[in-house]
């Protein structure tokens, strides 16, 4: 009985140690999903953002390409210009200055006069290509200062995506290892469960044996007491037959005139009262 109890003792004492260790996993475990939950929305608004960064990229190399293609088209432009021209620029230029001035300050014949505005006409329309190529050069610049630009945005763009997918990556291995804390919590939750279970079944099965041996105890300390109190009366019996024995003896010593011992005296008080005085 006492083993029995000390083995239930010492199984409550497992399950109150296990009882506390779930208490602390299921604790842990709601921390891990809330952690999940936190970790889950904030890569998947990474994610979301990534996406939106990446579709911004795509565009502005999209509009780049565009840009290269529209300064490739002008290039060409250029060069379809400049092949109608096999002369310098400067020179129309250095020209159109002279015969200008002369034009402007020398008295010329009807002749030189209409010559000279030929030679200004001809100078200015052959200047209107170089005109036409300026205007081609400025929208050039234009078109590659727009280039740099998206150029510039989808760099500042990738690099964005590149710092949005490592702060995503950092919640999603936060994410794994809450999955992996979780599924060993989960494990190791199954297990005492069980191991709970296995320690109950003990508990009842100690608990069982504890009221048979207990009653198995009971009927055998009344059985002990019962022979006990036939022995102390079969003690009993065997002194009353000797005192008896002893009284009788003693009577007959009186009727013969005897004189009794001191026993056979006391056996004839507990039997029969107090003799004579002259018994002794």
Same mark, same amino acid.
């Given at each position: ?43 998947? /608004?990474?994610?979301? =953002?990534?996406? %939106?960064?990446? $579709?911004? !990229? ?5 509009? #780049?390409? &565009? @840009? ?112 992996? /804390?979780?599924?060993? =919590?989960?494990? %190791?939750?199954? $297990?005492? !469960? ?5 320690? #109950?079944? &003990? @508990? ?77």
């Amino acid at each position: 009985m006492r083993n029995l109890q000390e083995q239930i003792d010492i199984n409550y004492q497992k399950l109150d140690r296990l009882r506390k260790r779930k208490s602390e996993i299921l604790t842990r475990l709601e921390e891990i999903r809330k952690s999940i939950e936190t970790n889950r929305a904030a890569r998947d /608004e990474k994610n979301k =953002l990534i996406a %939106e960064k990446k $579709a911004l !990229r795509d565009r502005l190399h999209a509009e #780049r390409a &565009e @840009i290269s293609e529209k300064i490739k088209e002008l290039l060409e432009k250029r060069r379809t210009i400049l092949s109608n021209v096999d002369y310098h620029e400067d020179e129309l230029m250095v020209q159109l200055k002279e015969i200008s001035w002369r034009y402007q300050t020398t008295t010329l014949s009807l002749d030189e006069d209409r010559r000279a505005v030929q030679k200004i006409s001809e100078l200015e329309r052959r200047l209107v290509y170089f005109k036409k190529v300026k205007d081609v050069d400025q929208e050039i610049g234009r078109k590659r200062a727009r280039f740099d630009d998206l150029r510039n945005q989808a760099n500042a763009t990738h690099n964005e995506v590149i710092a949005l997918a490592d702060e995503s990556k950092g919640y999603h291995e936060s994410l794994i290892k809450g999955y992996e /804390e979780r599924s060993a =919590l989960v494990s %190791e939750l199954d $297990a005492s !469960r069980k191991v709970m279970q296995g320690l #109950r079944e &003990e @508990i009842d099965k100690a608990k069982d044996e504890l009221f048979v041996a207990n009653a198995q105890f009971k009927v055998a300390k009344n059985q002990m007491e019962q022979q006990k109190a036939e022995q102390l009366a079969e003690q009993a019996k065997l002194i009353m037959s000797k005192k008896s024995e002893l009284a009788e003896k003693a009577n007959v010593k009186l009727k013969n005139g005897g004189r009794v011992t001191f026993e056979e005296f006391a056996a004839m008080v507990e039997t029969s009262g107090v003799p004579g005085s002259n018994a002794i």
